[in-house]
């Protein structure tokens, strides 16, 4: 099966810096990928979503890397802002599997 | 549309009780997800509906958990007899059937405490 983890559980960045948050996965065969963010008190929220056939794609402030080769998964956002503060999470499934999310690690914005 | 709509938010019971959480999915969306959260574990998928059926329950704990899905706006998770361990913050989610499989709509969860 698929296990998923998350560099570290605390990021304290200053506003308006790069945030950059790092997530390892573990099954080879993991074809998508996704991050998710968490605001206090609220569900997980979409934010980006990658498959295997790419190693990088962008959105809104928003870019999210893929290295099969280490299999690492990173989420960049430019220039954070303090509604960036939540939990980020990533997820990795391909095929009949379901979804495996890592647990987490909260993105701390320093004024 | 208001989104995915749980209920309750919160919910606290004593050991043994039954306990029943409720799940509104967004109109027109074609699967449902329940999932459990809590700090040592992170978010689990406990089982999801596909056009109201059940397709995967195998992140179901046991059989003190069971899913209803009666029709296409409604779902039901229910625990009983409830234990301490229990105490979780349960997510419904949906997602429309042309969306990738991450784009899941979540709700805001039900925090359930078993005392």
């Known amino acids: 099966g698929e296990s998923v983890g998350l560099h570290l559980p605390t990021l304290s960045v200053q506003e308006g810096d790069n945030s950059i948050i790092n997530c390892a996965y573990s099954n080879s065969a993991s074809d998508y990928f996704i991050w998710y963010k968490q605001e206090s008190g609220k569900g997980p929220q979409f934010i980006i979503d990658?498959?295997?056939?790419?190693d990088k794609r962008q959105g809104q402030r928003v870019t999210v890397l893929l290295n099969k080769t280490v299999k690492h998964l990173s989420l960049q956002i430019a220039a954070t802002q303090p509604g960036d503060s939540a939990v980020y999470f990533c997820?990795?499934?391909?095929?009949?599997?379901?979804?495996?999310f890592g647990k987490g690690t909260h993105l701390i914005i320093q004024p | 549309d208001a989104g995915v709509i749980q209920s309750p938010r919160h919910e606290v019971t004593e050991m043994g009780q039954e306990v029943t959480l409720r799940c509104k999915p967004i109109s027109g969306h074609d699967y449902l997800f329940w999932y459990r959260q809590t700090m040592m574990r992170g978010l689990e998928l406990l089982i999801y509906f596909n056009n109201n059926v059940p397709i995967d329950d195998s992140g179901m704990p046991e059989d003190r958990f069971s899913a209803k899905m009666p029709n296409a706006s409604f779902s039901t998770l229910k625990i009983q007899p409830s234990e301490p361990r229990d105490s979780a913050v349960y997510f419904c989610a949906s997602l429309g059937g042309l969306a990738a499989p991450g784009e899941q709509f979540f709700g805001p969860g039900t925090r359930l405490t078993v005392l």
């Open positions: 997820a990795a499934g391909g095929g009949a599997d379901g979804l495996t």
């Open positions: 990658i498959r295997s056939n790419m």
